[in-house]
């Protein structure tokens, strides 16, 4: 297992340092210059923007900007507005605070958004998955099968803005979404993410219960399953031992990738209701053309996916024993 973990980290940090250089140098082949936007197009006199430019660090060759930017990761780094310690993801001139800050003040709205919507579509998902499969080929497998099929088509763009209608302006059963902190107000916290999590669980839970449904059929026709029905063991026992067991390395893989991508921002959700988390952050950046903030955005969203890779691998021996990671 060390071994295993060792391997994976060595791998995640390789990743990170793709990534990282991609979205440094595509950033560069866009036709915007920063500094004039920060200085102000049609106003900023050249002396003006050589001064800007200084002041933001991309007076130099690209290939030193995205070294000093690695560098101030690990050791900090020197700004004219101040020093950013480590770990230093940049200083956002366009508002004046260092990046990291900025993602730890959105970062509360992402995790809200995400453990809730998580924690509805996961529960649901697996126990309408169960129920399909434990009554396989019965009109409520095949009710759930379609109406499965057909919510999984939907998108957060097309049923968020049918929910608001629906569910915040014309009946006000529902307050408008917004982001209260938890440690301040719990039930406001509730009543303005619910909204969100309902149409991510309606998507999501599709998806989980066609999965779950999938492999719980496939896992009943398994050796081991076979065998215990053959000592005599009780339908239920065989279900829920080794059936359901077995059945779940396929559905954790995927919530892996899910929740890490969350975590990272979910832009479209945030952005179809107003909720300032890391996903509208990372939108705002590319209109803005604000380098630090969008680079600090897509490395923390990289880091989340990837380390949610190596825990859903590490969980695997522990979901089902026939897994052993060498």
């Known amino acids: 297992m060390l071994r295993f973990l060792i391997r994976r980290t060595l791998g995640a940090v390789a990743i990170l340092l793709i990534i990282s250089a991609v979205t440094f140098f595509l950033f560069y082949a866009i036709p915007r210059n920063p500094a004039l936007l920060a200085c102000g197009k049609g106003v900023c006199t050249p002396e003006q923007l050589a001064v ?6 991309i007076d130099q060759p690209v290939p030193v900007q995205y070294w000093e930017y690695m560098v101030g990761i690990f050791a900090g780094r020197d700004f004219p507005a101040g020093h950013c310690p480590a770990p230093c993801l940049g200083f956002s001139f366009r508002n004046n605070t260092p990046v990291l800050d900025t993602i730890l003040d959105r970062l509360p709205t992402t995790v809200s958004l995400t453990i809730g919507g998580a924690v509805v579509f996961l529960t649901l998902g697996l126990a309408l998955g169960m129920l399909a499969a434990w009554r396989q080929g019965g009109l409520l497998d095949k009710t759930m099968s379609s109406t499965s099929l057909v919510l999984s088509s939907m998108q957060i763009y097309f049923l968020g803005p049918l929910a608001l209608a629906a569910v915040v302006y014309n009946t006000e059963l529902l307050p408008q979404p917004r982001y209260e902190p938890f440690t301040e107000d719990p039930l406001a916290w509730f009543q303005g993410l619910l909204l969100p999590w309902l149409v991510l669980a309606t998507i999501f839970t599709a998806n989980y219960t066609r999965m779950a449904r999938a492999t719980l059929i496939e896992q009943l026709q398994e050796d081991h399953v ?9 339908p239920r026992t065989v279900f829920f031992r080794y059936a359901w ?15 890490g991508s969350l975590f990272g921002g979910a832009m479209i959700t945030e952005y179809t209701f107003a909720l300032p988390g890391l996903g509208r952050l990372a939108v705002d950046s590319v209109t803005q053309s604000n380098l630090p903030m969008l680079m600090g955005v897509m490395l923390f969203a990289a880091l989340m996916i990837v380390l949610f890779n190596i825990v859903v691998d590490a969980c695997y021996a522990l979901i089902d024993p026939r897994v052993r990671l060498a």
Do not use: C, H, Q
């Not at 076979?226 to 009780?234: L, Q, Y």
């Open 52 to 57: 800007v430019e200084r002041n933001l660090g």
């Open 226 to 234: 076979r065998t215990a029905r053959a000592k005599g063991m009780g």
């Open 245 to 259: 067991r077995g059945s779940l390395i396929p559905v954790v893989t995927i919530f892996g990738i899910d929740l």
